[in-house]
């Protein structure tokens, strides 16, 4: 057991991580490619029309999967962040930053598509809704993350700078997802819960491989970009000399 979780140890190191994110990524990248393909199909020409949204409602096939994870993405981010902080590792700081530009994606694609999706069934682009207030505070968060760790020079000054802010804004999280709940809204509640689902078969399976093409991309890219922040930080080491040549 303790050779074991002296193995997974290892990882923590980011010449060990970088070749594990290198094997990994593209099976994320190519599970993300055909779950998307998938449910893509599934979701604009299977699942039949709403009764009473339309054919307008088939964008919360996009819009569901990026807003569950822009929220998700920052609780991971702050976890990393949270752990470079506390243990002073490396790579923890690396994989907060890896994270932190495809969360803001998310983040921005939830309120546009959330606006698209609002005008037609609420006659406007934007409310200051609770729901929608929360998530676009969270966009601030994930892009002061980013300028805050850009604007300090030394890198593991700027981990633990932006550490701090990332661990404070994840109390907007939970205000996001129970927003709906403590307030009283515009925006509709959950529709699909532990407890079952409001949504036909078919549109549930579309929703749910949509998300899980999501989190593959998610993952995949956070990979990918974090092979290359290891690269630019530890330019300086003969490994990376070493892959580079």
């Not at 949270?82 to 002073?88: C, E, H, I, P």
């Not at 969360?103 to 694609?109: E, I, M, T, V, Y």
Request: charged share 10%; glycine share 6%.
């Amino acid at each position: 057991m303790k050779t074991r979780v002296v193995h997974w140890f290892k990882f923590a190191s980011p010449q060990s991580f970088y070749v594990l994110a290198g094997k990994m990524w593209p099976w994320f990248a190519g599970l993300a490619t055909v779950l998307a393909v998938v449910g893509l199909w599934i979701s604009f020409f299977v699942a039949p029309v709403d009764a009473q949204q339309g054919q307008g409602y088939r964008i919360i096939f996009v819009h569901v999967p990026a807003s569950q994870l822009s929220m998700l993405i920052y609780l991971v981010m702050a976890a990393w962040a949270g752990l470079g902080l506390a243990f002073n590792t490396r790579l923890s700081g690396m994989m907060a930053c890896a994270l932190a530009p495809t969360g803001a994606l998310f983040a921005f694609l939830s309120l546009i598509t959330g606006a698209l999706w609002g005008k037609p069934m609420w006659g406007t682009w934007w409310v200051w809704d609770a729901r929608l207030t929360s998530e676009l505070i969270l966009l601030f968060l994930y892009l002061g993350f980013m300028a805050l760790h850009a604007s300090i020079d030394d890198p593991r000054r700027a981990d633990k700078a932006s550490a701090v802010l990332a661990l404070v804004g994840a109390v907007n999280v939970p205000i996001i997802y129970f927003s709906v709940k403590w307030w009283n809204t515009l925006h509709q509640g959950a529709s699909v819960s532990l407890k079952g689902s409001s949504m036909a078969s078919t549109m549930l399976s579309g929703m749910l491989i949509m998300v899980l093409a999501f989190w593959m991309y998610a993952i995949a890219i956070a990979l990918l970009r974090v092979r290359n922040i290891i690269l630019d930080r530890e330019r300086h080491t003969e490994w990376v000399k070493h892959a580079v040549a």
